[in-house]
Nanobody, 127 residues
Framework: QVRLVESGGGSVQPGGSLRLSCAAS????????AGWFRQAPGKEREGVSC????????HYVDSVKGRFTISRDNAKNTMSLQMNNLKPEDTAVYYC????????????????????WGQGTQVTVSG
């Protein structure tokens, strides 16, 4: 069992940046693919990005490509999501999660594939 805690959310103006962090307070991230998801009010939870454990390969949903960067530090048992050029449509609660697999699956944006979840952190882009 991996217990995850997110931090780094907040409110920014369009074009601004935020960095989200996810730490494993219990368990280890080492052998798990890890992902970031987001959920806006009235919408389904959406996969944003995934990073594999073994080779660090990354995947992004089209709407964030070129703006978001996922990374992980297995030695520190953390992963991050650097979000640049934020847009109002990025407003959502962001969650980190790990899957029972080391490599991101082709359907990494399917939140049902992931098992361990953080509590979420709010990101609001307005202004």
């Amino acid at each position: 069992q991996v217990r995850l805690v997110e931090s780094g959310g907040g409110s920014v103006q369009p074009g601004g940046s935020l960095r989200l962090s996810c730490a494993a307070s219990v368990g280890h991230l080492d052998y798990h693919a890890a992902g970031w998801f987001r959920q806006a009010p009235g919408k389904e939870r959406e996969g944003v990005s995934c990073i594999s454990s073994f080779d660090g390969s990354t995947h992004y949903v089209d709407s964030v490509k070129g703006r978001f960067t996922i990374s992980r530090d297995n030695a520190k048992n953390t992963m991050s999501l650097q979000m640049n050029n934020l847009k109002p449509e990025d407003t959502a609660v962001y969650y980190c999660a790990t899957g029972p697999f080391g490599r991101c699956p082709s359907d990494y944006n399917n939140y049902l594939r992931f098992r361990n979840w953080g509590q979420g952190t709010q990101v609001t882009v307005s202004g």
